[in-house]
């Protein structure tokens, strides 16, 4: 073996645990495309099922916006307003509802983009590449977040032009940077579970656990407020709820957060710490599937 050569890198290329190459930086940003393409090739091989993905959005959020309406007998709620300063429900649903969409765009569509590849049959030789096992990951995600981004634009102006929206349209550029610190933080989720999905196979249990969490922690269909006091202390470890809170800031007219705190802080530290955990877990899981020889196995 050369000795100017450490696990199949140069001395002097800086990697990442997950075997990232920042040094060949240009690269890995095109592995990341790279499979992100081959993603959307493989979906729309299939029209019928990519429409029905597109509009399912749609679909699961009419019922929430037709239950709350019925349910308090309207448009509006005096009991919302009293507790978060605004009583418009389809506002105040939809714009929860978005954030569970990019919920499972994370946690399902990173997390199953190495079990995707184990069924195609390909993990393999990916694996013996020099691509980092992370770019692959990276890339499912890119895709994934580019699809949804349809699918919710679809779904906005569907429920815009039926219903109508009082969102404050000065408030958007600040939502989108927390919701970009959000999404942060949630592909740290999902490299998380792509990992275990390795080690486990069926990886939905993980993804379904996670994601049913934070649907519970997170004021999606209903207020922070009304959960127990443990449950909203438990909300803050995920990014889903502060998120959610400092959207409806922004975006909503007298809306009054449920927790009082510096929305941006708190999501830079939850980035740092999920990403950072998902990568090392990500790490180790891969050395002991190595080890273990148990990549081939379905």
């Not at 890995?28 to 992100?36: G, K, M, T």
């Not at 708190?266 to 080890?291: E, M, S």
Request: charged letters at 10%.
């Amino acid at each position: 073996m050369n000795k100017n050569r450490v696990k199949g890198h140069e001395l002097g290329e800086v990697t990442c645990p997950t075997g990232f190459n920042w040094t060949n930086l240009k690269a890995e940003l095109r592995a990341i495309w790279e499979s992100s393409i081959k993603a959307w090739k493989i979906e729309l091989a299939y029209p019928v099922s990519f429409l029905r993905q597109s509009v399912s959005p749609l679909i699961i959020l009419l019922p929430f916006l037709i239950y709350g309406m019925v349910l308090v007998g309207g448009r509006y709620s005096e009991n919302l307003e009293r507790m978060v300063g605004t009583g418009d429900v389809v506002t105040f649903i939809f714009t929860g509802y978005v954030i569970m969409g990019f919920i499972g765009t994370a946690v399902w569509a990173m997390g199953f983009s190495i079990r995707g590849e184990q069924w195609f049959g390909t993990l393999e030789s990916i694996f013996v590449t020099p691509t980092s096992r992370l770019s692959l990951v990276l890339g499912m995600a890119l895709h994934s977040t580019v699809h949804q981004s349809i699918g919710t634009a679809v779904e906005f102006a569907i429920i815009y032009a039926v219903f109508g929206l009082g969102l404050k349209i000065g408030g958007i550029l600040p939502a989108l940077g927390i919701f970009v610190l959000m999404m942060l933080a949630l592909y740290g989720f999902g490299i998380l579970v792509s990992a275990l999905s390795l080690v486990l196979k069926e990886g939905w249990i993980v993804a379904e656990g996670l994601h049913s969490i934070m649907m519970i922690l997170s004021p999606v269909v209903y207020p922070l407020v009304v959960l127990p006091t443990v449950a909203q202390q438990a909300s803050a470890i995920f990014p889903t709820a502060p998120a959610l809170v400092g959207m409806r800031v922004f975006l909503i007219e007298n809306y009054q957060p449920e927790v009082i705190g510096n929305i941006f802080l708190h999501l830079l530290a939850l980035d740092a710490a999920w990403i950072l955990f998902g990568i090392l877990v990500f790490h180790l899981t891969d050395i002991y599937v190595r080890k273990k020889g148990s990549l081939e196995k379905y």
